[in-house]
């Protein structure tokens, strides 16, 4: 449910993980074990031991957020600035590229409208500021207002 934001919360700068249709004890489990805070919609999920008790540091998404709410409201929550973007994909770190070496790789769209490009240094795709980047960032920059 929440797979987007994973990815929004990337961009971000923080490091996320999405599993689809994992079982919730599992996710408990490893929340506990990693010490990475547990982000759910699912309410039932809260009733939980292991988060009751406070070994999981978990926040409950409200359903009916679109998904530019839902980062909002996180990074909010848990009083997160915007860090350096990380890769969408995959969580790794980003590395400037030139433009001239994307000739060819980027859109020519991209390529046209975009100066600056960015790549995973882990799975090596490819990013550039598009107009979806702007609109989200713009709107991160407002919550930072
Ligand atoms: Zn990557």
């Known amino acids: 449910m929440l797979g987007g934001l994973a990815r929004w919360l990337r961009a971000a700068g923080y490091d996320a993980q999405f599993e689809y249709g994992i079982d919730d004890g599992d996710l408990v489990r490893r929340a506990a074990a990693s010490g990475q805070i547990l982000l759910s919609s699912d309410g039932p999920m809260f009733e939980r031991n292991l988060i009751k ?3 999981v540091r978990a926040l409950y998404i409200p359903q009916q957020l679109s998904k530019m709410e839902q980062l909002q409201f ?3 929550e848990l009083k997160l600035p915007r860090r350096q973007a990380k890769c969408m994909s995959c969580g790794g770190e980003l590395s400037e590229v030139p433009k001239h070496a994307v000739m060819g790789e980027a859109p020519p769209l991209a390529f046209r409208n975009c100066e600056r490009f960015w790549r995973c240094t882990r799975c ?3 990013f ?3 107009t979806h980047w702007q609109r989200i960032t713009h709107r991160l920059g407002e919550l930072a207002e």
Request: aromatic fraction near 8%; avoid cysteine; proline fraction near 0%.
């Open 128 to 130: 550039w500021h598009g």
């Open 74 to 76: 996180v990074l909010r």
């Open 124 to 126: 090596s795709k490819l």
């Open 53 to 55: 008790k406070a070994h």
